[in-house]
């Protein structure tokens, strides 16, 4: 797979997002902006606060640790380094795994020329179980709800990064599409959304 670069961006919202490969990812706007519509809908109770230590996808064999991500100077994300491809990164501005509201694990679909971390984010199905082993010692399981392929330039930053959620979520993007190569870009997103089912 080629690499290339991660983009988010909406009018409302472009939360910097570093890369999905290559050596950097693009970015957008940094403050959400506020909340979007809320929720409703059955499921474990929330968590107290607890940084992620590790996210596992048996239907994708995913197993990787998952670091913090805070925002570069340029007020782009901070993206887990390109020498690690099996990285998964947390945006540490948001709820951790298992809190109410919409958690964020981001990461590359390749680095270096090799599939990375999220290289088949694209292919989970509703249903599949996401494990976030969290540094309490607790394990937030999440069920798909979907998966959605999405142009950058239509990200959608508030829903993503800001919904208004009376549940646990988590977020999971990379980059997909086909690679462009005069931009050295992917031309689009992959985004599961999932719901915490258990804790």
């Given at each position: 797979m080629r690499a290339g670069r991660l983009v988010l961006?909406?009018?409302?919202?472009?939360?910097?997002?570093?890369?999905?490969?290559?050596?950097?990812?693009?970015?957008?706007?940094?403050d959400p902006g506020g909340p979007g519509k809320a929720a409703a809908g059955a499921g474990a109770a929330p968590l107290p606060r607890s940084q992620p230590a590790a996210i596992t996808i048996p239907r994708i064999g995913v197993s990787a640790p998952v670091t913090e991500l805070g925002l570069q100077p340029d007020g782009r994300i901070e993206t887990p380094p390109l020498s690690t491809p099996n990285l998964a990164g947390w945006w540490e501005r948001g709820p951790t795994p298992g809190e109410g509201g919409p958690a964020v694990i981001l990461g590359h679909v390749d680095a270096n020329k090799r599939p990375a971390v999220f290289a088949r984010l694209r292919e989970l199905r509703p249903g599949d179980r996401v494990r976030v082993r969290r540094r309490d010692g607790r394990t937030a399981t999440f069920a798909v709800e979907r998966v959605?392929?999405?142009?950058?330039?239509?990200?959608?930053?508030?829903?993503?990064?800001?919904?208004?959620?009376?549940?646990?979520?988590?977020?999971?993007?990379t980059c997909g599409g086909s690679f462009d190569p005069g931009s050295g870009h992917y031309v689009d997103n992959i985004i599961a959304y999932t719901r915490m089912v258990q804790n």
């Open positions: 961006g909406t009018a409302a919202c472009v939360l910097a997002l570093a890369g999905c490969g290559s050596d950097d990812w693009d970015g957008g706007p940094v959605e392929r999405v142009a950058k330039s239509a990200f959608p930053g508030e829903k993503v990064y800001a919904e208004d959620l009376d549940y646990p979520a988590l977020r999971l993007v």
